[in-house]
C-alpha cells in the first residue's frame, strides 16, 4: 500500500501564496500518478490539479489555472501544489491522491480513479 501525508497548509490573507507538500511511502515501489482534489464544508470534493509520473504532464482545474502549479520529486517521493494570488474561495481542505500507473505520462482527474488518499491540509484564506 501507498501512505500519502500532507502539510504545507495554514491561514494567509487573500492575494497570498502557499505551497503543499505530499509525502508518499510504503512497500509499493511502482510508479504513481498523483492529483489534488479539495473540499470546503457543504461541498463536495472538487477536482484541483494532476500530474503523471513522469511530471511531464499537467492539468488544472479552470478556477485555479494560470494561479497553481503542480510539480513531483520522485528522488524524494513528494509531490507539490503552489498555489498563489490565492483566493477567499480557494478556502478549503486539500487532499492529495495517488494511484498505480504503467505509464510514465497518464494523469488523472476523476476521484473515483483513485486508489490512496491523505487526510489532508486546511487551507484558509481571509478576505
Known amino acids: 500500500q501507498v501512505q500519502l501525508v500532507e502539510s504545507g497548509g495554514g491561514l494567509v490573507q487573500a492575494g497570498a501564496s502557499l505551497r503543499l507538500s505530499c509525502a508518499a511511502s510504503?512497500?509499493?515501489?511502482?510508479?504513481?500518478?498523483e492529483g489534488w482534489f479539495r473540499q470546503a464544508p457543504g461541498k463536495e470534493r472538487e477536482f484541483v490539479s494532476a500530474?503523471?509520473?513522469?511530471?511531464?504532464?499537467?492539468y488544472y482545474a479552470d478556477s485555479v489555472q494560470g494561479r497553481f502549479i503542480i510539480s513531483r520529486d520522485n528522488a524524494k517521493n513528494t509531490v507539490y501544489l503552489q498555489m498563489n494570488s490565492l483566493k477567499p474561495e480557494d478556502t478549503a481542505v486539500y487532499y492529495c491522491a495517488a494511484r498505480l500507473t504503467y505509464s510514465g505520462n497518464t494523469y488523472y482527474i476523476t476521484k473515483g480513479d483513485y486508489e490512496y488518499w491523505g487526510q489532508g491540509t486546511q487551507v484558509t484564506v481571509s478576505s
Open positions: 500530474i503523471s509520473w513522469s511530471g511531464t504532464r499537467t
Open positions: 510504503g512497500r509499493n515501489f511502482n510508479k504513481h500518478a
